[in-house]
């Protein structure tokens, strides 16, 4: 078995559903870096699943290729794997200001970002996104939250501050592994927090909305009106 075989083996292995596995077989396959990487987060750090992955990669991809950004902004790198991916879709100058605020990400994720084939076109900072976005002074076309769920609100509100009329927010785990309608969670702080960010989403009426049920739940946000 070759190289790209055994990638593929390895994913489906590691997927439960078998209809996300039977997704892995028919899209566009998941690159050597971003493999590498995948699995390097999935060893070296504790929350791995945290990382976008091959689906919701190619995914990201595919809607900075449609939207046509020049910039974008990203709140919670991770690992850098979701920031790579819409950097790979970007063209022209564009750029992915990724922010990450937990400090203890550097190490790992600087390296992988500076190495990555779109180095270039990423601009990664380790601080608090909702203070230091904002002073920027950019006009953003996309945002991509994936950050505190217990304060999508707020990174919600500061997204919507500086993106443009007609720009796309995509809001990440907005099912959160489907607690979001599980009783059990209802004293879970980052559950509370994704609840409540979906019905400030549902009631504003500066945006259209839906929500796909992908891997944790994504959510497609396009601003209308200030």
Known sequence: MNRHGERQVAALQSIEDPINAYIVQHIDPEDDYLYRLYRATNIHTIHGRMASGHIQGRLLKMLVTMIRPRNILEVGTFSGYSAICMAEGLTGDGKVYTFEINDEMEDFT???IEQSHVSERIVFTIGDANLLAPKLGITFDMAFIDGDKRTYIETYEMAMSVLRRGGY?????TLWDGHVVDSA???DQQTLG???F???VMADKRVEKVILPLRDGLSLIRKIAE
């Open 185 to 187: 969670y209802d004293h």
């Open 110 to 112: 600087r390296p992988w």
């Open 194 to 196: 994704i609840r409540a």
């Open 198 to 200: 979906n019905d400030h």
């Open 169 to 173: 927010i995509v809001a990440d785990n």
